[in-house]
T-cell receptor, first 116, second 115 residues
Framework: AQKITQTQPGMFVQEKEAVTLDCTYD???????LFWYKQPSSGEMIFLIY??????QNATEGRYSLNFQKARKSANLVISASQLGDSAMYFC?????????????FGDGTTLTVKP | KAGVTQTPRYLIKTRGQQVTLSCSPI?????VSWYQQTPGQGLQFLFE???????NKGNFPGRFSGRQFSNSRSEMNVSTLELGDSALYLC??????????????FGEGSRLTVL
């Protein structure tokens, strides 16, 4: 069974600084996808970034980058130049195998607070 | 294009009642998944529908059921409500096939309170 572990329940970062949110995963599949989602207080989950297990380069999307270390089974999210609007809960998630495309396993989340 | 639409956004029910939640996916998306989010259990997968068929199912009792219509819209039903069913129910859509990486597009959720 797949498992996602986020060990940081809460994180604080100063505005304009970078922050790394940790995520480790466990799976026996060779093919899988890793995702990060943001959930503001309004409740809607917003997709941030995706990394495929066969992708050799780390994914980047604007200020978001995913530090993918396959051997260590980690997929940390790096947010550069934090903004006040980045304050939210962040979830790491994994999808195993194409046939389960709609089924993702989520971690418990990390609450990020950006301080002015 | 329009996002994922969930209705109702908020509802209050009493124990023993049943509830039906609706989800309209993004146009062209054939997969609809449902998740339950609670402070204690986090985000838990309920089930996924693809082309009107249940493709995956999580570990929830039979009181939780769903269906998908030919236009990909989906409904989930919870019968004989219990206090523990109070949660935010999130619907997510995805392509479900082809170039789909599994990225989920979520609705704003339906917040259910059971009294």
């Amino acid at each position: 069974a797949q498992k996602i572990t986020q060990t940081q329940p809460g994180m604080f970062v100063q505005e304009k600084e970078a922050v790394t949110l940790d995520c480790t995963y466990d799976t026996s599949d060779q093919s899988y996808g890793l995702f990060w989602y943001k959930q503001p207080s309004s409740g809607e989950m917003i997709f941030l970034i995706y990394q495929g297990s066969y992708d050799e380069q780390n994914a980047t999307e604007g200020r978001y980058s995913l530090n993918f270390q396959k051997a260590r089974k980690s997929a940390n999210l790096v947010i550069s130049a934090s903004q006040l609007g980045d304050s939210a809960m962040y979830f790491c998630a994994m999808r195993e195998a194409y046939a389960n495309a709609g089924k993702s396993t989520f971690g418990d989340g990390t609450t990020l607070t950006v301080k002015p | 294009k329009a996002g994922v639409t969930q209705t109702p956004r908020y509802l209050i029910k009493t124990r023993g009642q049943q509830v039906t939640l609706s989800c309209s996916p993004i146009s062209g998306h054939r997969s609809v998944s449902w998740y339950q989010q609670t402070p204690g259990q986090g985000l838990q997968f309920l089930f996924e529908y693809f082309s009107e068929t249940q493709r995956n199912k999580g570990n929830f009792p039979g009181r939780f059921s769903g269906r998908q219509f030919s236009n990909s819209r989906s409904e989930m039903n919870v019968s004989t409500l219990e206090l523990g069913d109070s949660a935010l129910y999130l619907c997510a859509s995805s392509l479900g096939a082809g170039e789909d990486t599994g990225e989920l597009f979520f609705g704003e959720g339906s917040r259910l309170t059971v009294l």
